[in-house]
């Protein structure tokens, strides 16, 4: 499966749901991740710590990410941890919620994976 050891995400709206689901992913394929929240602090914290007890890299870090100034404070959170972000996901906005038919966080991690082992052969 690809990892991404060496790379930097910063996830946004990650304390629970998609968001939590695509950080552990990220953290699962070995990129260094900033958990970025609104107000779930102890949500984020639970990502991060998971992430941390399976051998990843995590911070948390508190920002709205509805202005430029915080999305620059996100960027400087991943530096200063890290180094230059490869990505960053808003799940707000980059990943659709599909209300009708909720899914699990460990649905999310299944998609994912799946993803990534997708790109992964597609590259081999």
């Known amino acids: 499966m690809q990892t991404l050891y060496g790379r930097v995400a910063i996830v946004v709206a990650a304390s629970d749901g998609v968001g939590a689901a695509i950080a552990r992913c990220f953290g699962e394929l070995g990129a260094s991740v900033v958990v970025n929240y609104a107000s779930d602090k102890a949500g984020a914290e639970g990502v991060v710590a998971e992430i941390v007890r399976s051998g990843g890299k995590a911070v948390a870090f508190q920002s709205g990410m509805a202005s430029a100034e915080d999305f620059g404070n996100a960027v400087s959170c991943a530096r200063l941890n890290f180094g230059s972000p490869d990505f960053v996901i808003n799940n707000t906005r980059d990943y ?10 460990e649905d999310y991690l299944s998609e994912f994976r799946g993803y990534f082992a997708q790109a992964d052969a597609n590259h081999a």
């Open 96 to 105: 659709p919620q599909d209300d009708s038919a909720p899914k699990t966080e």
